[in-house]
């Protein structure tokens, strides 16, 4: 009968589960939720900054447009070099209401094709055309990276008023020496 109790009892001492058991099992389902928690919000933060970002990017690609859609000698910021009609700093609502912060740069480029100023030759309409870089921000969005886009606008006829140009002809005889 002894022994029948003994092993009894070490079933009995075995069925439950001890103090140490129940912390430890805590503490791996606390692991595994922390973690998912953690999944969940680094998703949903994601998710959120590709809208902005897409919102930053229509927003440039509207401002950009205008440039474009604009005189060739109204591109240039006030109170700028070169002078023109663009505001330099502004602050514009996307469609669900976040307010971004744009600003806009211009700047005249001397291309090397056709000489520079004071180059040899020398290029006396070292304005060939402008380069223009609007950067977007987001001050009340919280992991938002400022993005930028760049793009280059040129007169219509290239540094001159008139309708005028050049031709310039090559001509080789039958064994291909220049005449």
Known sequence: ???C???????ERRSGLGLIDVLISTAIIGM???????I??????????????????????????????????QVGTINGVPPG???QQKSVSSTNGTLFNVSTTVR???DSFDGTLGGMPNDTAPADYKIIELNISCPSCGHFAPLAITTTVA??????????GSLFINVFDNGGIGV
């Open 1 to 3: 009968f002894s022994i």
């Open 5 to 11: 109790y003994n092993k009894f009892k070490m079933r």
């Open 32 to 38: 595994i939720a922390s973690g998912s928690l953690l």
């Open 40 to 73: 969940y919000t680094s998703i949903v933060s994601t998710l959120s900054n590709s809208a902005l970002r897409s919102e930053a990017v229509s927003i440039l690609n509207q401002e950009i447009e205008t440039v474009r859609n604009m005189p060739y000698d």
């Open 85 to 87: 009609i663009l505001l």
């Open 108 to 110: 005249n480029i001397d």
């Open 155 to 164: 007169p219509k006829s290239l540094e001159s008023a008139s309708n005028n």
